[in-house]
């Protein structure tokens, strides 16, 4: 494995095409400080333009929070920049499949942060809230719309208009977690769905994530492209899969 390298309030390491972020504040709920924003976005650059790179997860160290976000004492003397904002759009785009493996509790801007992956996988413990109404914080428009796409609009009103905080089984039945399992079966959770994506064809899944993007974000056109569809019927990748399965 490669030497992990220490980014201020993270560690970014990457192992077989598989990058990992680890939000490394445990004793600060893995907080997200002004002073992070610059080296996660040279992070996630970089992961952006490595065509070999597979996949992307995110995770928070220790056992109770996987992150309580960007943090508050940034908010209030105005050092929130659309930085922070910025970041979360780069994970959402990148091309790669995003993974946020839960380890604990997830508050305020994290949620977002989870919410830009493409699989969020949440321990039995969790339990997550967004305040920023409760803080006085109109929320920034990005993040809303994230809010609205992923958990539809009455459930975004419900947790961002109100504060409430919601358990793991409630953040599956909304879809806020793709699953919730044992926190000591995380690890092991996370690997599967990994050695899944393996065996999936790489380029094929970056043309089906870039085309989800699109859609996501409400290009009527991309609703209908068929150039990625037709041209993968036509590739050689194709025939020489069907053509093992059926020696199988």
């Known amino acids: 494995m490669e030497a992990p390298i220490d980014l201020l309030g993270f560690v970014c390491s990457m192992k077989d095409g598989v990058y990992t972020i680890r939000l490394d504040r445990e004793h600060q709920h893995n907080r997200i400080d002004p002073s992070d924003i610059s080296a996660l976005r040279e992070a996630i650059a970089r992961i952006a333009v490595d065509q070999k790179a597979l996949a992307l997860v995110i995770t928070g160290s220790g056992t109770r929070t996987f992150s ?3 943090t508050l004492s ?4 105005g050092r929130m920049d659309g930085s922070f904002e910025a970041f979360l759009n780069e994970v959402e785009r990148l091309p790669v499949v995003t ?11 994290a949620t977002d942060l989870a919410l830009c992956c493409d699989i969020r996988i949440g321990v039995d ?4 809230i967004m305040p920023a109404a409760r803080i006085g914080l109109h929320y920034y428009p990005d993040g809303m719309r994230r809010y609205a796409q992923e958990l539809g609009l009455m459930q975004a009103k419900r947790l961002m ?8 089984a409630e953040m599956v039945r909304i879809g806020f977690l793709t699953e919730r399992v ?5 690890p092991g959770r996370i690997s599967q769905y990994l050695d899944a994506l393996m065996e999936c064809d790489t380029g094929t899944v970056r043309s089906m994530k870039r085309q989800f993007i699109a859609i996501g974000a409400g290009d009527k056109k991309a609703a209908s492209d068929k150039a990625d569809y037709e041209r993968s019927l036509r590739s050689p990748v194709l025939a020489s899969r069907i053509s093992d399965m059926g020696k199988r």
Do not use: E, F
């Open 68 to 70: 309580s976000g960007y």
């Open 74 to 77: 940034a908010l209030a003397d």
């Open 99 to 109: 993974i946020c493996a839960l380890n604990g509790s997830v508050y305020g801007g």
């Open 125 to 128: 413990n969790a339990r997550m």
């Open 161 to 168: 208009l109100t504060g409430m905080a919601i358990d793991a």
């Open 182 to 186: 044992a926190p000591p079966a995380l």
